[in-house]
């Protein structure tokens, strides 16, 4: 059993940046893929990263490419997404997801471990 807890959401203006975390327990993020999914208000959950653990391995959705970044720390055992030059469409909750394997899928149904989630706003 995965428990991922993430945390480093708040209100930011347009244009700053915020550093997500996403912290396991129970077991090691070792051979699995790590991804960050977001949820805007009335909205379907969406892919943003993703992560293979073992490779290092990263893929983004487009809309965020170039601005945010997604990366590990093994001692940790913690994923990280750094969003930079953030803008209003960002807003959402966000939430960390896991599953075993080694391709970063886009489709939220393929995970099997999800956070609880942390609210990100980007004012204009």
């Known amino acids: 059993q995965v428990q991922l807890v993430e945390s480093g959401g708040g209100l930011v203006q347009a244009g700053d940046s915020l550093r997500l975390s996403c912290a396991a327990s129970?077991?090691?993020?070792?051979?699995?893929?790590v991804a960050w999914f977001r949820q805007a208000a009335g909205k379907e959950r969406e892919f943003a990263a993703g992560?293979?653990?073992?490779?290092?391995?990263?893929k983004y959705a487009d809309s965020v490419k170039g601005r945010f970044t997604i990366s590990r720390d093994n001692a940790k055992n913690t994923v990280y997404l750094q969003m930079n030059s953030l803008k209003p469409d960002d807003t959402a909750v966000y939430y960390c997801?896991?599953?075993?394997?080694?391709?970063?899928?886009?489709?939220?149904?393929?995970?099997?471990?999800w956070g609880q989630g942390t609210q990100v706003t980007v004012s204009s």
């Open positions: 997801a896991s599953r075993a394997g080694t391709t970063a899928d886009v489709s939220s149904g393929l995970y099997r471990y």
């Open positions: 129970g077991r090691p993020f070792s051979s699995y893929a």
């Open positions: 992560i293979i653990w073992t490779t290092g391995y990263t």
